[in-house]
Nanobody, 126 residues
Framework: QLQFVESGGGLVQPGGSLRLSCAAS????????IGWFRQAPGKEREGVSC????????NYADSVKGRFTISRDNAKNTWYLQMNSLKPEDTAVYYC???????????????????WGQGTQVTVSS
C-alpha cells in the first residue's frame, strides 16, 4: 500500500525559503512519476512541479521556475520541494502525489495522479 507523509510547511516572510518533504513507504520513488501540487482558497489545484520516473527529468510551472526545485532521494525514499524567494501568491496547501500508471511523462495536471499526501499549509506573509 502506497503511503506518504508530508512535512515542512509553515509561515514565512516574502523572500524566504521553505523545504517540503514527502516521505514514502510501500514503493520506491523511481518506479513512478511523482509531483507537487498546490491549492489556494477558492482556486483549483494546480501543478507546481514533477519528476519523470525513469529519466529524472523535471518540469515546473512558469510561476515557480527559477525559484522552486524538485528532487528525490532514492536512498531515503523521500522527495522534496525546495522553495526560495517565496511570494505571497505562493500561499496555498501543497500536496505531493504519485502517478502509478506508467505514462510516458509526468503530468502537470492533477487528473493522472491517484495517490495524494495529506497536504501541508504554506503561508507567505509579512
Amino acid at each position: 500500500q502506497l503511503q506518504f507523509v508530508e512535512s515542512g510547511g509553515g509561515l514565512v516572510q516574502p523572500g524566504g525559503s521553505l523545504r517540503l518533504s514527502c516521505a514514502a513507504s510501500g514503493f520506491t520513488l523511481d518506479r513512478y512519476h511523482i509531483g507537487w501540487f498546490r491549492q489556494a482558497p477558492g482556486k483549483e489545484r494546480e501543478g507546481v512541479s514533477c519528476i519523470n520516473r525513469i529519466s529524472g527529468r523535471t518540469n515546473y510551472a512558469d510561476s515557480v521556475k527559477g525559484r522552486f526545485t524538485i528532487s528525490r532521494d532514492n536512498a531515503k525514499n523521500t522527495w522534496y520541494l525546495q522553495m526560495n524567494s517565496l511570494k505571497p501568491e505562493d500561499t496555498a496547501v501543497y500536496y505531493c502525489a504519485v502517478d502509478v500508471h506508467y505514462r510516458p511523462v509526468c503530468a502537470m495536471v492533477p487528473g493522472p495522479y491517484d495517490h495524494w499526501g495529506q497536504g501541508t499549509q504554506v503561508t507567505v506573509s509579512s
